[in-house]
C-alpha cells in the first residue's frame, strides 16, 4: 500500500498554532506523507511536512483551501475552521474520502462575543454557526478538543482528543523563577489580559505575554502598562518550544479569562503549561478551569475581573513555597495531562486504512 496522503487545512489559525501544528501533526507523522494549508506566513518549522499557502483575502483563502480538498491524491482531509465546513462538505460528497473537522471551540457562543459584530447581528451570526456545525455533524467526522463540545452536536459519540501539553518534548523545569509573571496565548479584553495587567501593577510584578495581538491593542496595553507602572514585555507569537523557554523562566503563569460562555466550561490549555513548566499558577474561577485543576497544588483560583483579588493571588504565587510546590508536581502534571498521541494516531490510520469511506458517525 503506497503511503497516505493527508492534506491539513486552516484558512485562519496560525500555522503554528500549537493544536495543529504541535499536537495533531507530530501525530500524524507516522501515519502518511503531510500536506499543511495555511495562511502566510508559513510554519516556522516544516520538517515532516510540505507547506502549502493559502495567500490573499478570506475568500482567496478559502477557494484555494476548496480546490486542494478536491485534488483526487488525498486519502484523508483534516479541517481547523468552521468555516471551511461548506467546501468539506462539498469535497467528502463528490470525492467520497473522509474529511475531518477538529472542533477548537464553542462557535456559537463564541460570535456573540466578537466586538466587529453588531449587536443586531450577533442572534444572526449564531443561527448561522449552528446550522454550520449541524452540517459538519451531518457530513463530516468530527474529532474534539474538549469533551463540553458533545453538547453542540447530535447525540452520536466522537472522539475527544483533549488539548492537553504533549509534553514529551519539553524541556527541563527550571527551579527558580526571574520574579516575573507570564501570559500565554492570544491577547484579547475578553481573555481578561487587561485585568492580569492591572492585577501586576498592583502586585508589582513585571508581565511578559507571549502571543497574537493586534497593533492598537497593543499600544493600548503598553499605555496602560506605562500609567500602571508596570515592566510589559509583548513577544507576539512564536513557536511553541521558544514560548515554553519564556514560561519556564517566570515565577507564576496567568489565565486570566473573563466569564463569558465561551470560556466558562472550556480547558484554558495554557494552565496545564504553566504547572508541567513547574510554574505556580493565577487563574480566573471558571467551572472548566476549576474541574481540571482542582487537587492540584500551586493553583490560586480568583473571581473573574478582579484585579485586586489576583494581586494577592500573584504575591502568594510569587513565594518560594509555591515554586517548589510547583516543581514537586511537575512529573505528575506531565504524565497526567498529556496529549493522548497514541489514541490519536490510531484513530487516523484507521481512517485511512480503510477501503470505504467510514460513516461521519
Not at 270 to 275: H, I, S, V
Request: with cysteine; net charge positive.
Amino acid at each position: 500500500m503506497t503511503e497516505a496522503a493527508i492534506l491539513v487545512v486552516t484558512t485562519v489559525h496560525s500555522a503554528d498554532d500549537t493544536r495543529i501544528r504541535e499536537r495533531l501533526i507530530r501525530s500524524l507523522e507516522g501515519v502518511g506523507s503531510i500536506t499543511y494549508a495555511t495562511r502566510e506566513p508559513g510554519p516556522t518549522d516544516r520538517s515532516g511536512l510540505v507547506w502549502a499557502p493559502l495567500r490573499g483575502g478570506r475568500f482567496r483563502r478559502n477557494l484555494r483551501a476548496l480546490r486542494l480538498m478536491l485534488d483526487k491524491r488525498w486519502r484523508l482531509v483534516i479541517l481547523h475552521d468552521p468555516e471551511t465546513i461548506p467546501a468539506g462538505a462539498f469535497a467528502h460528497f463528490l470525492r467520497h474520502r473522509p474529511v475531518v473537522f477538529d472542533v477548537h471551540e464553542d462557535l456559537p457562543s463564541q460570535v456573540v462575543n466578537k466586538v466587529w459584530a453588531p449587536t443586531w447581528a450577533r442572534p444572526i451570526l449564531r443561527s448561522v454557526a449552528k446550522m454550520l456545525y449541524a452540517l459538519a455533524d451531518k457530513s463530516l467526522v468530527l474529532t474534539l478538543a474538549e469533551p463540553g463540545y458533545e453538547r453542540l452536536f447530535s447525540g452520536r459519540r466522537h472522539s475527544v482528543f483533549p488539548n492537553y501539553p504533549r509534553t514529551v518534548t519539553y524541556p527541563d523545569a527550571v527551579k527558580a523563577g526571574d520574579g516575573s509573571a507570564v501570559y500565554l496565548g492570544d491577547l484579547t479584553r475578553t481573555r481578561g489580559i487587561e485585568d492580569a495587567l492591572t492585577a501586576c501593577g498592583a502586585a508589582g510584578v513585571a508581565m511578559t505575554a507571549v502571543g497574537r495581538v493586534d497593533d492598537d491593542f497593543a499600544r493600548s496595553l503598553r499605555d496602560q502598562a506605562h500609567v500602571a507602572g508596570v515592566a510589559l514585555t509583548l513577544t507576539g507569537r512564536i513557536p511553541n518550544p521558544e514560548a515554553l523557554r519564556t514560561v519556564g523562566k517566570a515565577s507564576l503563569g496567568l489565565s486570566p479569562l473573563r466569564d463569558i460562555a465561551n470560556y466558562r466550561s472550556s480547558l484554558p490549555t495554557k494552565t496545564l503549561e504553566y504547572l508541567a513548566m513547574g510554574v505556580p499558577v493565577v487563574a480566573t474561577d471558571l467551572p472548566g478551569t476549576r474541574e481540571v485543576l482542582d487537587g492540584l497544588d500551586a493553583v490560586w483560583l480568583v473571581p473573574p475581573e478582579d484585579p485586586g483579588a489576583m494581586a494577592q493571588a500573584i504575591t502568594e504565587a510569587s513565594r518560594n513555597e509555591a515554586k517548589n510546590a510547583a516543581m514537586a508536581q511537575v512529573d505528575f502534571v506531565r504524565k497526567r495531562f498529556q496529549w493522548p498521541e497514541i489514541e490519536v494516531r490510531k484513530f487516523y490510520r484507521g481512517l485511512v486504512g480503510q477501503s470505504e469511506t467510514p460513516d461521519p458517525s
